[in-house]
């Protein structure tokens, strides 16, 4: 069972790194459905950070459909949000709520779990909940985001015997490289 969801989930997110790539809304529908699978795997797994981001993820899901639905457009006619850069503030308080994050998540992992990562865990799950943050907000840089956290989960989800997951957020990594340069030629268009 726990094969069949991993190949579930590789093939969602496939379908979920397209429509990011392509900045569409659609994106976010597909959000709601690759947590669930993600949950059962990741807690049986004891990534419990990814678990629980998860949870996160369907909450942000909602969110970022509304938020890039309702654009800046005149009220009469409905426009996406546009890709923008993320402001100075931005570039502040990303790095320093990853940095909290990462801390508070990785002791709790570390002294009230049997984790065998937390640290990995939570370091990837700090980011992830940054990154998921910019890109409801259509900011360009949030690609950095998740070269990082991608990077990291292939090693991670490896470790962890999770293959199928390794080898699709191999495949994010680069397609993470790519979707930056696309967004910032759409962000030009």
């Not at 990837?124 to 940054?130: K, Q, W």
Request: proline fraction near 3%; glycine fraction near 6%; charge should be positive.
């Amino acid at each position: 069972m726990d094969l069949a969801l991993e190949i579930l989930g590789f093939c969602i997110g496939l379908l979920y790194l397209w429509y990011e790539y392509h900045a569409s809304w659609r994106m976010w529908i597909v959000s709601v459905i690759m947590p669930m699978i993600s949950m059962w795997i990741y807690f049986r797994k004891g990534l419990y950070a990814d678990f629980g981001i998860n949870i996160y993820y369907l909450l942000i899901a909602v969110y970022g459909y509304i938020a890039w639905r309702s654009g800046k457009a005149d009220k009469k006619e409905k426009q996406e949000r546009p890709i923008s850069r993320m402001p100075v503030w931005a570039w502040i308080a990303a790095p320093a709520v990853t940095a909290l994050l990462w801390y508070v998540m990785g002791w709790i992992l570390d002294t009230r779990t049997d984790s065998t990562v937390p640290w990995y865990d939570a370091f990837t799950t700090a980011l992830s909940i940054v990154g998921m943050w910019l890109l409801a907000r259509k900011y360009l840089e949030q690609w950095f985001a998740w070269i990082i956290v991608d990077a990291v989960c292939v090693w991670l989800y490896a470790y962890k015997g999770i293959y199928f997951y390794s080898t699709l957020y191999a495949i994010y990594t680069v397609i993470a490289f790519f979707g930056y340069r696309k967004w910032r030629r759409m962000m030009q268009d």
